[in-house]
């Protein structure tokens, strides 16, 4: 389905040229993480006209847009406008980018100007569990944000995610005994980045000697990484992809694992699988009231890095704490002939994302954060220059879409 667009988006910018729909062949090639693979192929109208999505991972997501590299996506010699990433753009990739398309171009057609990274929801990490009580019994599991010595609380989950805590036993009030396997992301994952800059800040009245300093390193994609020489405990477990990870937990008695919420659906709420955080379960409502504690940049000299759209929460005072921004990668510039429509069909889903308070499986971004990516991405009220197609900045130079 499109989604409807109340937001009017330009139909005949500079370099632009615009042909007849009757013309397009497949307007949009895209794709990249995995997590929000299902939430994509919902809303975004991938009939093989409009939109395709393949689900390749976060790194390939942002090589494709950085080199406009449709191969990536099975679509060889097509442009690619667009992609989603759960991983920042990192600066070795956008230095890169600068010298190939920006400063010094090989040619002037390689002259594509700035890569944009904007917020498209929240994500979250829940930490689904296959282990029953002593009595056999399925029973709650709450890491309780207060720490306390007669239950299970956050600086447990610290211990587990270290390897310091390895049996049930170990945590006092869980009603459980055996051991413990950790089932860890064996490949870069922005469920490891937003798991690691959490633990990072929860865990910062406790000493984790298993970990490379003793604590937990922020934005770190590979979870093996937080650990020296990447030698995790001999209690984890490698898993590839979220889908493995979700199997795994259910196949593997004792397992603590950890997996974007999309991807575990009605069962977040079901506190005898997937463990209340902070006293919490992963809800929409819970989301979003974490998602809010930070507020969007405000001013036009604000919210011009990386950072500033994919923001670190850290351990947030209300609701469901692991959280963070699944994001686009966009090019904003763009020039020639578009016989695939591509620009339009773009511009038309992105208004209308933004223009959504709910989506199906996940949470929107709060209102705050939607109106700032729409006066920042999609025109330009902030004053940033970071529009799609901001004339100052696109003048005689952007992506060709083929």
Avoid at 135 to 142: D, R
Avoid at 361 to 390: C, D, E, H, K
Wanted: net charge negative.
């Amino acid at each position: 389905m499109m989604f409807p667009s109340p937001i009017l988006s330009a139909m005949a910018l500079a370099g632009l040229i615009f042909l007849p729909v009757s013309t397009w062949a497949q307007s949009v090639v895209t794709g990249g993480a995995t997590e929000p693979q299902a939430l994509y192929e919902v809303i975004l109208p991938a009939d093989g006209v409009q939109f395709s999505y393949v689900g390749t991972g976060s790194g390939a997501a942002k090589n494709a847009v950085l080199n406009n590299n449709g191969a990536l996506f099975g679509h060889p010699g097509r442009s690619v406008p667009m992609a989603a990433s759960d991983l920042r753009i990192t600066p070795a990739e956008d230095a890169a980018y600068t010298v190939a398309h920006i400063t010094s171009p090989a040619t002037p057609a390689d002259q594509w100007g700035p890569v944009l990274q904007m917020p498209a929801y929240v994500m979250a990490v829940g930490i689904p569990f296959n282990k029953t009580n002593v009595s056999g019994i399925p029973e709650a599991l709450n890491f309780r944000r207060v720490a306390t010595s007669l239950a299970p609380d956050v600086l447990d989950l610290c211990g587990i995610f270290s390897g310091r805590i390895t049996a049930w036993t170990q945590i006092a009030g869980s009603n459980r005994t055996g051991p413990i396997t950790v089932l860890y992301r064996a490949d870069h994952s922005g469920t490891s980045v937003l798991l690691g800059n959490y633990l990072n800040a929860a865990c910062s009245g406790s000493t984790e000697i298993n970990l490379t300093g003793g604590a937990y390193d922020v934005d770190q994609s590979s979870f093996a990484a937080q650990f020296p020489g990447g030698a995790v405990p001999a209690n984890f477990l490698a898993v590839a992809g979220s889908d493995a990870m979700d199997a795994a937990v259910v196949s593997t008695q004792g397992a603590v694992g950890y997996a974007s919420v999309d991807t575990l659906g009605p069962l977040v709420s079901d506190t005898s699988r997937v463990a209340q955080v902070a006293g919490a379960s992963a809800t929409a409502v819970n989301i979003v009231a974490a998602a809010s504690s930070l507020a969007p940049p405000i001013g036009s000299a604000g919210g011009l890095t990386r950072a500033a759209w994919m923001p670190n929460f850290g351990n947030p005072a209300s609701g469901y704490p692991i959280v963070g921004f699944s994001s686009l990668v966009v090019s904003q510039c763009f020039i020639g002939a578009d016989p695939n429509g591509t620009y339009n069909t773009m511009m038309e889903f992105l208004n209308g994302l933004y223009a959504s308070s709910t989506l199906p499986g996940v949470a929107a971004l709060p209102a705050a954060w939607r109106i700032a990516a729409v006066n920042t991405f999609l025109n330009n009220a902030s004053g940033r220059y970071m529009n799609i197609q901001n004339g100052s900045i696109c003048n005689l130079q952007g992506k060709p879409l083929l």
